[in-house]
């Protein structure tokens, strides 16, 4: 998925994206990031999509119970939003975050990202 809206970003450059769309997806980001800055699991894994979260802890551990142990940027504020439909990718000072529209609204599908060109983006957490 992370190499497809990767594509996708290169293909579309984000245009005629309504400006409420930016700031609905801008405002998850910066929840999410507050959250890590927090160490608040809780929010964070609320704002991850179920299969992200899913990704985060091993074994019978919860997103949250595991949240503590993921190695995410903290601090940062939003650089850069590009929009195509339903995905979205947040440029931060300190991290890419990939962020999908769901049915119930926007959540993070992918955090702790890193280029790697031409490769996909390697991400911490990721579904």
Same mark, same amino acid.
């Given at each position: 998925?992370? &190499?497809?809206?990767?594509?996708?970003a290169?293909?579309?450059?984000?245009?005629?994206?309504?400006? @409420? !769309?930016t700031?609905?997806?801008?405002?998850?980001? *910066? +929840?999410?990031?507050? &959250?890590?800055? *927090?160490?608040?699991?809780?929010?964070?894994? @609320?704002?991850?999509?179920?299969?992200?979260?899913? /990704?985060?802890? /091993?074994?019978? +551990?919860?997103?949250?119970? &595991?949240?503590? #142990?993921? #190695?995410?940027?903290?601090?940062? @504020?939003?650089r850069? !939003?590009?929009?195509?439909? #339903?995905?979205?990718?947040? +440029?931060?000072?300190?991290?890419?975050?990939?962020?999908?529209?769901? /049915? /119930?609204?926007?959540?993070?599908?992918?955090?702790?990202?890193? &280029?790697?060109?031409?490769?996909?983006? #390697?991400?911490?957490? +990721?579904?």
């Open positions: 998925m992370i &190499a497809a809206a990767a594509a996708l290169a293909a579309l450059g984000g245009c005629g994206v309504p400006e @409420s !769309t700031r609905s997806v801008d405002e998850v980001a *910066r +929840q999410f990031m507050a &959250a890590v800055e *927090r160490g608040d699991g809780g929010l964070a894994c @609320s704002l991850l999509t179920p299969e992200a979260a899913g /990704s985060v802890g /091993s074994g019978d +551990q919860t997103c949250v119970e &595991a949240f503590g #142990d993921l #190695d995410l940027p903290r601090g940062g @504020s939003v850069r !939003t590009e929009v195509w439909s #339903d995905e979205a990718q947040v +440029q931060t000072g300190v991290d890419t975050l990939f962020v999908t529209n769901l /049915s /119930s609204g926007w959540r993070v599908a992918a955090a702790g990202c890193t &280029a790697r060109p031409p490769r996909p983006y #390697d991400c911490e957490v +990721q579904g």
